[in-house]
């Protein structure tokens, strides 16, 4: 196959729609060698590049005025080491394709997060994430990579080799290289068992401590404008296998989660009087369930409603405390919010810029239905969450400087001095990594 060349400087848009970008050119190489070409023919010229996936990052921070790469034929599993207990991938794999592969091979990832619409490369240089007591980030998964750097050369690192690098480019931000291919930890596919059930929000506050220890992965959503949750909780079965059925799996996760929502967003938007009602039924519209499948059917649900988000880690022992001023926020104000809010956990990692680097950490998401003014209610949200140290996830919106992320990050010095030595040039470099890395 040959590299597809694009002279056209079309628009490109995130998932969201509230990123755009006009680069000169797009191009989507069909091997490492003639990326490679790319980035130096880039350099030639002049422009910057940057690698987009499918576009869920709700921040800039893959938009570019110069190359675009687009990595769609950079796909496909390189090697199974079962031995080993690793898979590596091409970059611009789908995690869908990828789970998909593995549970064929009777394989699956340890955990992941709640969509796998994203590529392999999109979802951990962002630091996406799922819930899990003691199993991290899609990005702590990753036992090798290979990115190619500023100058077009291949480097290849794990922690055995380039290992300064390694620490930092499993989160890298597309800031060090372009990854081109991402070697993941696997193991033999096993069986979860969730149960799904509502909880009032002062007993999941009161509990959570509990709820969170006794449980390998727990999360909840809560109803803006009312004191009703959601709760998740999967653990690891012995089995039999019981999957949603097809018919129930439809009205629940099809019809109300995605059809019956989008339906009453809408009406939200239209007319914002009538959230707090829409959500006291929303809150109450999902029944409690529990069934037992493969990891990724539990760990992952369908999510047509498109819609711009926020969401910042804190320290875990600041959850409950920050989580209840969200709500005295939102219950004192005028805001009328159509989204529940996503609480979920992850252990500390030892990686320079995840979001759960050093400290065990809790993550609190707030959405708002695309098209609805979403300013105001993410400014008061982020002052809760800033004042507890909290730091945003690389995808998400947020204001956050590098001056903010020098104090919530130790490492954060380790990561640009790697950057400066790297890309000197900035080749990799736009607007956005010039706010949250600095020049």
């Known amino acids: 196959m040959s590299t597809t060349v694009s002279g056209k400087s079309g628009t490109w848009r995130n998932w969201a729609g509230n990123v755009t970008a ?4 797009e191009v989507a190489p069909a091997s490492v060698e003639e990326l490679s070409a790319a980035v130096r023919k ?6 910057r590049v940057k690698a987009v996936g499918t576009g869920h990052s709700f921040t800039a921070a893959a938009a570019t005025d110069g190359v ?13 080491d079962r031995e080993a207990g690793t898979v590596t991938v091409e970059a611009g794999t789908p995690l869908k ?32 994430h799922g819930t899990g007591r003691d199993s991290a980030s899609i990005a702590a998964q990753i036992k090798g990579l290979e ?17 300064d690098v390694f620490a930092a480019a499993r989160v890298g931000i597309g800031a060090l290289g372009i990854v081109t291919a991402i070697t993941f930890s696997v193991e033999p596919i096993f069986l979860l068992t969730a149960r799904e059930e509502p909880m009032t929000f002062d007993k999941v506050t009161a509990d959570f401590d509990e709820l969170f220890t006794e449980n390998e992965h727990f999360e909840f959503y809560w109803f803006p404008h009312t004191g009703n949750c959601n709760t998740k909780r999967n653990n690891r079965s012995a089995g039999p296998e019981k999957p949603i059925g097809q018919i129930g799996g439809w009205i629940e996760d099809e019809f109300l989660s995605n059809g019956v929502f989008q339906v009453a967003n809408l009406v939200g938007r239209a007319a914002p009087a009538t959230i ?32 711009v988000e926020m969401e910042y880690a804190v320290p875990r022992e600041a959850l409950v405390e920050t989580l209840r001023e969200l709500k005295t926020m939102v219950d004192r104000s005028s805001l009328r919010v ?13 990686i320079a810029l995840s979001t759960a680097s050093g400290r065990e950490s809790a993550y609190i998401a707030v959405h708002m239905f695309r098209g609805t003014p979403y300013q105001a209610y993410f400014t008061a949200a ?11 996830h690389w995808g998400k919106v947020h204001t956050r400087d590098a001056e903010y992320f020098s104090k919530v990050y130790p490492r954060f010095g380790e990561f640009t001095a790697l950057r400066d030595r790297l890309d000197p040039d900035r080749r990799f470099g736009n607007d956005y990594l010039r706010r949250v890395l600095g020049s």
């Open 147 to 163: 990115l190619v750097t500023a100058d077009g050369s291949l480097l290849t690192c794990s922690e055995e080799e380039n290992p």
């Open 276 to 307: 707090p009602t829409i959500a006291k039924i929303s809150s109450r519209a999902l029944s409690a369930r529990t069934y037992t499948d493969i990891p990724y059917k539990v760990f992952t649900s369908p999510r047509r409603v498109r819609f």
């Open 42 to 47: 880039a350099a030639d010229d002049g422009l």
């Open 22 to 25: 006009r680069p000169v050119r």
């Open 68 to 80: 675009l790469i687009r990595p769609q034929l950079l796909t496909g599993i390189r090697n199974i």
């Open 382 to 392: 982020e002052r809760i969450f800033t004042a507890h140290e909290g730091r945003p």
């Open 338 to 350: 159509s989204f529940p809010v996503e609480v979920r956990t992850a252990p500390a990692d030892d």
């Open 97 to 128: 394709r990828l789970n998909v592969a593995l549970a064929r091979e009777g394989l699956s990832l340890t955990n992941m997060g709640d969509i796998m619409e994203q590529t392999v490369s999109g979802a951990t240089s962002t630091g996406t």
